[in-house]
């Protein structure tokens, strides 16, 4: 009996080792599920985390795009409206030098003319002094041709 008993408290030992040894594989096994369950998770999440910064990346780059675009529209509509400027300014210029060449023109024709007037007025006057000069040679002449013939009777 002790035998018996012997075996009966070996066993309810065994067993109870048995339980042990049990409920801790259990429980390591259950820790090494839940272990990989969150290092699985904390996969997902960084990866999770790493589309998000791929995404927020894309939407920076996008973002950059946008204004890089706007800022060269910006840069075309300028250019376009320099070149309209300077363009416009170019064709004042060039209406300014044709007119003065038209008024540079005009003026020398009208000083010309001047010219022309200043010569005929002085040919006038030459004419004038001259003829008054003829008049005064011929009435010298003629007084002195008088004078001749009234000697000449008196002698």
Known sequence: MRQEHARQVAARLISGNDTGLLSMCMSAWREAVLVSRHELERENLNGLHQMAQDQIEEVRREHARHI?????????????????????????????????????????????????????????????????????????CMSAWREAILIQRHE
């Open 68 to 140: 890089a675009a706007r800022l060269m529209s910006g840069n075309d509509s300028g250019m376009l409206q320099t070149a309209m400027q300077a363009w416009r300014e170019a064709i004042v210029i060039q209406r300014h030098e044709l007119e003065k060449e038209s008024l540079s023109a005009l003026h020398k024709e009208a000083q010309d003319q001047i010219e022309e007037v200043r010569r005929e007025h002085a040919r006038h006057i030459a004419a004038r002094l001259l003829m008054g000069n003829d008049s005064g040679l011929l009435q010298t």
